[in-house]
């Protein structure tokens, strides 16, 4: 019997791994089908986000695909800062670990919009190449 008891919880444990790994290759393939139009695109479990020409769209990830999409045009858009751990951090020196969001300050928006990232690295290389496009118009 106390073997029974012993391996009940690694039992409990592998199915509830199972079932997260399944959750997680749906929310993939959603993110699959939605990103098809889009440019450029990045998946990570806080946000998606995808551009397409001057539009950027981001939402959450879901199985049935992304939701509480919201989206914006680069042409509003008056500044780009990186926040780690909610403090300003230049986007050329970005640490590798931290909770990382992306806030583009905009015209038509009376608060900023903030988009997570789960690596600094990878917000940064979005602030980069979004800097590079807002230079260009």
Same mark, same amino acid.
């Given at each position: 019997?106390?073997?029974?008891?012993?391996?009940?919880?690694?039992?409990?444990?592998?199915?509830?791994?199972?079932?997260?790994?399944?959750?997680?290759?749906?929310?993939?393939?959603?993110?699959?089908?939605?990103?098809?139009?889009?440019?450029?695109?990045?998946?990570?479990?806080?946000?998606?986000?995808?551009?397409?020409?001057?539009?950027?769209?981001?939402?959450?990830?879901?199985? $049935? !695909?992304?939701?509480? @999409? /919201?989206?914006?045009?680069? #042409?509003?858009? %008056?500044?780009? *800062?990186?926040?780690?751990? +909610?403090?300003?951090?230049?986007?050329?020196?970005?640490?590798? $670990? !931290?909770?990382?969001? @992306? /806030?583009?300050?905009?015209? #038509?928006?009376? %608060?900023?919009? *903030?988009?997570?990232?789960? +690596?600094?690295?990878?917000?940064?290389?979005?602030?980069?190449?979004?800097?590079?496009?807002?230079?260009?118009?």
């Amino acid at each position: 019997m106390e073997r029974g008891l012993f391996w009940l919880p690694l039992l409990v444990l592998f199915f509830w791994l199972a079932w997260a790994g399944w959750n997680e290759y749906q929310k993939l393939e959603a993110y699959k089908t939605w990103a098809e139009p889009f440019e450029r695109a990045k998946y990570d479990i806080y946000a998606v986000l995808g551009q397409k020409g001057r539009e950027l769209t981001w939402g959450l990830p879901t199985r $049935k !695909g992304p939701v509480n @999409l /919201e989206t914006v045009s680069l #042409d509003g858009v %008056q500044s780009i *800062r990186l926040l780690v751990n +909610e403090k300003a951090v230049a986007l050329d020196a970005a640490p590798t $670990k !931290g909770r990382a969001v @992306l /806030e583009l300050a905009c015209a #038509d928006r009376p %608060q900023p919009v *903030r988009i997570p990232f789960t +690596e600094p690295p990878l917000a940064a290389k979005w602030g980069h190449y979004l800097q590079e496009n807002l230079q260009a118009q």
